[in-house]
């Protein structure tokens, strides 16, 4: 029964991303070992221990075309993961992402740059590294210049470029192309107020012409205002999904909670800290107590990542 | 197979990109620009040719004996210490984009070949002043450069795997580079250290090295041994070196 359901949604609207079962697993170690000298040391004293670590476990969603979808989620959530495994950049440990579709990442702008090369020669580069061909871009260098306002910048080394500059110039090859998926990490504030305008009016236009979108923001403010659905994460799992007003009012469960959690426990230590003086006062060892102290606060803090 | 090569095609022009860029950064600093990359095999050869020509008395065309050593070692340890840190040194890039990485080392090996060939030129020169006159031998130096560019592409794809996860490698190879030079009879004669040339030809470098000069500087046929083993071994690494590559390259990112 539930399947036929399944079955009639996707007939209404095409999908145009799915993420499948996708896990994430990372080996934390405690120190990193990069260098074959303490690797070899290691090896022989036995202290290669590596930790185990779900950054993502089971996350299973569909976003349907033209869907702009916010990844909500506190701190360490996963969700940067998650928008690294779509993109395409982390392969994931288990399950698979099915994307219809190019995907344009529009994250940390202009981190291709190289810095001695001109803008112009940039706009090849970075271009090149974006996967769109020669002709592509020799058709759209013109529309790029332009809407970057470097003018005759164009001609200088990145490298003498201001970080509004570069962000400018990274933003214009980026939504050059007409993409299907685009991912936005954070709101882009690109360039000075007027290049912001400009910007925002180029992805609203973006999302007229029905692109998909995934959003990953920290404020809700923002992803109330752009996306429609929301997935939110915790602890690499998903919690909720559905309507964005539905999993705001999760999110905000979840932050009351924490925030209740933090103010309990640093009452806590508030009060011991308390005693702790009190005792002090009293001629006590407190070199023993503070040692007492610190088990104590190690134990609390474990309950508090559980 | 089909999906690789598909996407090969699409990428084919951020290759292209790539090689330029690391030729075109290579001489933007210098006022010289492109022409240090025939001064500098001539200054080295020049002294070398000084120290080594007066303290053994050599003949006339030993320039040209050093010239074809020197530039073929240069290419090789030249790539493969740019290639083995690209994955690292490009790692901005490739925490933010999917880009196919063994883009990287490729693009270092084949940029440096290009230096190369244009080195060449130096060669030729030499070739010309001591009167190194080219027969039909000479056009068969490019089954050794072919053997020599595999080589080089096999080494580096190794060990730019390697280098994400280990960093120091990159001082270990400069040791075994410098081992490699002085086993591989770029300034001397083999049988000015007593050795026969078989026993050196299992180093693949000597062996590459040893047939360029077979075809350019002594307008010999091949040898038959030598060239299969260096083929052997440039095509056993590239094999290894792909492999490797392809089965540690989802965990570059973690390390970069």
């Known amino acids: 029964m539930e399947h036929m359901v399944e079955n009639k949604e996707t007939q209404e609207q095409e999908v145009a991303l799915r993420v499948e079962q996708v896990g994430m697993k990372f080996n934390l170690s405690k120190e990193k070992v990069d260098n074959l000298k303490e690797y070899f040391i290691k090896f022989i004293k036995k202290e290669l221990t590596y930790q185990e670590f779900w950054a993502l476990k089971d996350v299973n969603f569909e976003v349907k075309k033209g869907d702009r979808v916010g990844i909500v989620g506190l701190n360490g959530a996963g969700k940067s993961t998650l928008l690294k495994v779509i993109a395409g950049v982390l392969k994931p440990t288990e399950g698979r992402v099915v994307s219809k579709g190019k995907i344009v990442p529009l994250l940390e702008l202009g981190a291709g740059f190289d810095k001695q090369y001109t803008g112009a020669e940039n706009i090849y580069l970075y271009g090149a590294l974006l996967g769109y061909s020669k002709e592509f871009i020799q058709k759209k260098y013109k529309q790029i210049v332009e809407f970057s306002e470097l003018g005759e910048f164009i001609d200088v080394p990145v490298k003498n470029y201001s970080s509004g500059m570069r962000a400018r110039l990274g933003f214009s090859i980026a939504t050059v192309v007409k993409p299907e998926i685009l991912i936005l990490d954070e709101v882009l504030s690109v360039g000075d107020a007027r290049f912001r305008k400009k910007s925002e009016a180029r992805i609203q236009s973006m999302f007229a012409q029905g692109v998909t979108v995934l959003f990953v923001s920290h404020s809700l403010e923002q992803v109330r205002r752009i996306c429609n659905k929301a997935v939110m994460l915790e602890h690499g799992n998903v919690i909720a999904m559905g309507d964005v007003e539905d999993v705001a009012a999760v999110y905000n469960t979840k932050l009351a909670q924490q925030k209740q959690r933090r103010k309990k426990k640093r009452k806590q230590e508030r009060l011991e800290l308390e005693r702790l003086a009190q005792l002090a006062a009293q001629g006590q060892d407190t070199e023993a107590l503070l040692k007492e102290e610190d088990a104590k606060q190690n134990a609390l803090s474990g309950q508090e990542s559980k | ?256």
């Open chain 2, 1 to 256: 197979m089909k999906r690789y090569i598909g996407n090969f095609t699409k990428y084919k022009f951020l290759l292209s990109e790539l090689v330029k860029k690391d030729i075109k950064l290579k001489y933007r600093r210098s006022k010289l620009g492109i022409v240090w990359t025939l001064i500098e095999p001539i200054l080295t050869t020049l002294v070398l040719s000084l120290v080594f020509g007066i303290l053994k008395g050599k003949g006339d065309a030993f320039p040209v004996y050093i010239l074809t050593g020197r530039l073929l070692f240069s290419f090789y340890s030249g790539s493969t210490k740019v290639a083995a840190k690209s994955i690292r040194s490009n790692g901005g890039m490739i925490r933010k984009v999917y880009i196919p990485k063994y883009m990287y080392p490729l693009a270092s090996v084949l940029s440096n070949f290009v230096i190369f060939m244009i080195s060449m030129i130096v060669l030729v020169g030499a070739m010309i002043i001591f009167r190194v006159v080219p027969t039909a031998h000479t056009i068969l130096g490019i089954i050794p450069l072919g053997v020599l560019f595999l080589f080089s592409l096999g080494t580096s794809m190794i060990l730019a795997t390697v280098e994400v996860f280990f960093r120091d490698l990159e001082y270990l190879w400069g040791v075994m580079l410098t081992l490699m030079m002085y086993c591989s009879c770029i300034f001397y004669e083999p049988k000015s250290l007593g050795l026969h040339a078989d026993i050196l030809k299992f180093n693949p470098m000597f062996s590459i090295i040893y047939n360029f000069r077979n075809a350019v500087f002594y307008h010999k046929h091949l040898d038959g041994f030598a060239l299969l083993y260096s083929g052997m071994v440039s095509l056993v690494l590239l094999v290894i070196g792909i492999y490797v590559f392809y089965k540690k390259q989802d965990e570059f990112i973690l390390n970069i």
